[in-house]
């Protein structure tokens, strides 16, 4: 497979999230960390409370919410090892699809012409198959979003050998015109979504 990787654009600074609410007194001070979270704010009125241990980098179109080990958390899409997931807005979705065409739910989102690194290993390429789920997911109350569960796997750039398996996970809500890509299966992001709360 002789093609190249796209560099992405890197993304400004950490963004500004609102400190959690301090534990109540009489919770254990374990419990108490485990359920603390904290808003992030999304166009449209959307608001994910996210775990407190969750970082997030960038703004606007393109924020990233890093939720384990990262080697470069302020690293453009496609920056591999890095366990987070993006929540994305329109200009992110203008040229969301592969070739740069605008994304849309029935394709993954894959901004590029060629073969990306893998999310897991730098060392492989991803390729992005079929939906093996499609349908519709809540998003806080009185809000759905397309959901698709994208088929992917990671080769060896020289053999085209399989190394390893995973799914693109995607939400995208079309009137707020918000995608959430999550290539690392985060555990809790579902229940993040389906808590979301709007302004």
């Not at 374990?30 to 999304?42: N, V």
């Not at 009137?175 to 579902?190: C, F």
Request: hydrophobic share 40%.
């Amino acid at each position: 497979m002789p093609k190249t990787v796209l560099a992405a654009a890197a993304l400004a600074a950490t963004a500004a999230l609102v400190p959690a609410a301090p534990a109540s007194a009489t919770a254990p001070a374990s419990k108490a960390a485990a359920t603390a979270t904290r808003p992030l704010y999304l166009r449209g009125g959307l608001t994910l409370h996210l775990p407190a241990s969750w970082k997030v980098y960038g703004k606007g179109d393109y924020v990233r919410v890093v939720t384990g080990r990262c080697v470069s958390p302020k690293g453009g899409w496609g920056a591999p090892e890095c366990d987070s997931f993006w929540v994305f807005g329109p200009k992110a979705l203008k040229h969301g699809r592969e070739l740069f065409n605008p994304y849309t739910p029935e394709h993954p989102y894959y901004p590029a012409t060629d073969v990306q690194l893998c999310p897991h290993n730098r060392k492989w390429g991803q390729i992005l198959g079929e939906a093996s789920v499609k349908g519709l997911r809540q998003v806080g109350p009185g809000h759905k979003a397309y959901y698709r569960e994208w088929k992917a796997t990671c080769v060896s750039y020289s053999t085209g050998t399989v190394k390893s398996r995973y799914v693109q996970r995607e939400w995208y809500l079309p009137k707020t015109r918000v995608l959430v890509v999550d290539q690392w299966d985060t555990p809790g992001l579902a229940g993040v979504l389906r808590r979301a709360t709007w302004r």
